[in-house]
């Protein structure tokens, strides 16, 4: 049977509720949604491209805790509370990622934690 396990660094902001950073499970490492704020728990700013880029600076740190990189993301989820911020969001998010890019899924929400503009998970799989 499958083990999950808890993955956390100080490199990311501690979860803000009863959740972890993220689990290891078999292969995979699936991340809690990252929002904006630093590794101190400050929010980086209200710009949308400086909260996107600390959302996956959050997620690189917690997938290389994990043992892994944005190399072996293939899954992401992008939580934004306004649609007419996608094509900076995109900006930021393309330097992250290289081809074959993760499949991804963009959603408007009417509100995220902290009041935050963006919001970003990851699944990747393990280094072997």
Do not use: H, W
């Not at 704020?37 to 996956?56: A, F, K, M, N, R």
């Not at 917690?62 to 996608?86: H, P, Q, R, Y």
Request: proline share 6%.
């Amino acid at each position: 049977m499958l083990e999950k396990k808890s993955v956390q660094t100080s490199k990311s902001p501690s979860a803000i509720g009863p959740y972890s950073q993220a689990i290891k499970f078999g292969d995979l490492v699936i991340t809690s949604g990252q929002i904006p704020l630093t590794p101190q728990g400050e929010l980086v700013s209200e710009d949308v491209q400086e909260q996107t880029y600390q959302c996956l600076e959050n997620i690189k740190n917690i997938l290389e805790e994990a043992g892994t990189s944005m190399d072996n993301v293939v899954k992401t989820t992008v939580f934004i509370s306004d649609m007419n911020d996608f094509p900076k969001v995109n900006e930021v998010y393309a330097k992250f990622f290289n081809e074959p890019y993760p499949a991804r899924s963009c959603v408007q929400v009417a509100r995220l934690p902290k009041d935050v503009k963006v919001e970003i998970e990851a699944v990747a799989l393990l280094t072997k």
